[in-house]
């Protein structure tokens, strides 16, 4: 089966999937099926579709297993969203929408992602230049300064410098991947490569402690970080720069823990959440006793208690960065091994397609934007779990959220441009390779 | 390349490994540890999967029903809002109060004692059916309490003197329970404290309501009769201090029936001392002060009575000076008291001195129909002899008829009580009415305090206790 029929087989599954659930919710909610509700769902097919339809054209080699993935999770997602606030639902459907009009815009524009690397300084200084914007003129929402408010929308600009930001990594550290394997003077035993090659990822290293510091928010710190340390011993192999980062980090962290009040009571909070159970430690236990209340097969989509008599969320933020909490209760043990389950497939994916990749730009930006997909999913959902400290990022495609949804389709157009590129040089036909060419 | 490749793909896979340990462990290992934890509401989400039982009032009509939506119930109240204190609340945000708390195995179907039915339900594994519970509340008389207290602060008891059944129980301010969790914050924090049930709740100095009491004590022992003779100067000097009468008023020479009438401090204090601290003391422990009145309700929702210092509840035997058991005897003092004491009160005189054990259930009906059980009114203290309560019931119509009291007086109905004013220091007082009727056949006793008023117990309390006795008494049954 050819890889565009094989993910349409994919993405009928995943609307078989997240109709029966859709249903469950729409009649435990309303009783009835009602009109209107089938018209949302063809919107939703119609956008997947019509995604489906772009790659076949102009991406005919891509990966299957991305695009169902992505509906899958976006529609479980739009489901839960609409069960916990439907207001809300037609709002994430519409940024839906957009994210959608992005990963086409991307297509058509980009058509190759090889010519993103000749743009890989202006991207990096985009990419620095949404944090400082927010960092300056940011609004604080708990707690956390990650927020921009203009023309009358919230936007969340460290959503789309994760992606502007992996962009520059790739082919800078590609470009310079000898000379920082190859260390010229040594620093407390410490191999220090030219101050001339090192000097940007400084910069990317100072910026992740300003996030620690100037945004109070650990979750984009460590995901901007984990991105940066994993990058670097991708390129160079060298694990002396994962051990250098992470202790640098972890230094950072526990500076971060002591000085910045907000961090500090996320970490409290995360010790010990039983200390004030009503105030601080609400959220945090209320997510754990209503995630425990799931069980192994879970209430059902729209039957768990999710709202109070007033419709106020058991959990504040469920909608957002505690969608998981949500999923878990209503599908229990099975469905949230199998959301995680969706989530590592995504991140297999995309690092097959970076093991594939036949140039060390591809590879890294692809195994950069998975990289940087896995640490923020394990980082939110570790959090509403008490695995981790919980910091608010978004789960991707499951939050509600414009900016992660519209981000994230975008990293999956990324990401599918990779993989047709690399599956067309590898096996493609001679009209799809001709027509590669032309693009470059 | 590949290979860092691969370690960092491991890597994000040991993760997510963690991620689904820690999972299986939060909701299958320790599951049942989380559903545990006090701080754990989320077990009254799962009996809201249940149809709570109704709770009905003594006429039939639902207090509180239940309304379905998206497979869970919701209490709804579709007679307005009816003691919304002493039915409590059922929310999984806030928790359980009042009747909802204490009778909850019972509204929800869990209670072992619902008969064969539910035993076979549980058997199965079925979910069971809430009983519903008929309370001896009765909705004429409370709505008339409720609207008599509308706009002040205070409470409102009236029973069965005969049983102990409680027939109203009015707190004011009040709310309406039907959005109790919008209204949570405002709620909580109002300094009018609308949550509190102040009938069972709030504590107040008792003033002269309590001279029925002293009374009670003084005819018993002996140390008086109706008939013995005072002389008030106005002012009765003891242990370096002195006790003076509301208002300044001096009223030379009065009888004890009369002392009462028209509420004399001086008459009482003497008396106080002729009777000492320690049968002061026993005299109220008779009628109940310094035990919690055995209304069933949660833990702390029903507090005791007796003199309270910084620390809470005296001893019965905590020290008392001449002049503090002279003030005492008046009902000033340390005294506290909750509006359901005092209302026992005056319904031990009005039973013959019998105190009957307090009560809202008349009866819990299962849900196939059956009567599970039904009220048995008992006995909780015997107050003073059957000649003393008679004489107090005559004494106490004279307080009606022509003492501080007239404003309590209704057409052809005898009533008999006692009014109390506290002064409360800030210019405001408290004001008290206990009472019963008919006086020949006690049918209801009351009491009524009202707060922050600038009148008299007379003047702010006797005629709303009128009021709501004279609904209670036109009512076609009673518990």
New interface residues.
Partial sequence: MSRRNLELVFLVLAGAVSTMAYVSVYAGRFREIKSDSIVYGLVFVGIFLLLHVLERIFLPQADSFLLPITALLAAIGLTEIFRIKPDLARVQGQWLLVGAGLFILTVLIVRDHMKLDRYRYLLGAVGLALLVVTIVIGTTVNGSKLWIHAFGFSIQPSEFAKLAIVIFLAGYLDDKKVMLSVPQRHVLGVPVPAFKYFGPLLVMWIMSLAMLVFMKDFGMALLFMSIFVALMYMATARAVYVAAGAGLFAIAGAIAVYFVPHVHERFAIWLDPWKDPLVSGYQLLQSLFTIADGGITGAGFGRGYLLYANHVPVVPELQTDFIFTAVANEMGLLGAVGIILLYVLFVWRGFRIAVYAPDGFSKLLAAGLATAFAIQTFIIIGGVTRLIPLTGVTLPFLSYGGSSVTANLVLVALLLMVSNRTNIIRGGTELERRRLAEKG | ?????????II??V??V???V???W???V??QW??D?P??K?SI??E?KIKRGDIVGYDGSVIAGTQRR???Y?RDYPNGTIAPQLLGYD???YGRSGIEAQLNDVLTGQSSDLGVQNWVDKLLGRQPKGASVKLTIVPGVQKVAQQELQGQRGAIVVLDPRTGALIASASAPTYDPA?L??QWSRLSKDTSAPLLNRPTQGLYVPGSSFKVVTASAGLDTGAVTPDSQFVDTGTYVIFGGKVTNYGGEVFGPNNFTYALTASINTTFAKVGNKLGRKRLITAAQQYGFYKTPPLPLPAGEVVPSGRYGKKGLLSPNAFMDPLSVAWAACGQDQWLATPLQMALVAGGVANGGHVMKPYYTQEIVAADGTVVSKAQPEQWLLATTATTAAELNTMMQNVVNSGTGTAAALQGIQVAGKTGTAEKGDGTNLAWFIGFAPAQDPKVAIAVVIENTQATGGEAAAPLAAAVMKTALAQSSLP
């Fill in positions: 390349m590949n290979k860092a490749m691969s370690r960092v793909f994000t896979a993760l997510f963690a991620l689904v820690n999972l299986t939060i909701m299958v320790r599951a989380f559903q934890r701080e754990n989320r989400a799962k809201m998206s497979g869970y919701y929310s999984v945000q959005n969790e919008d």
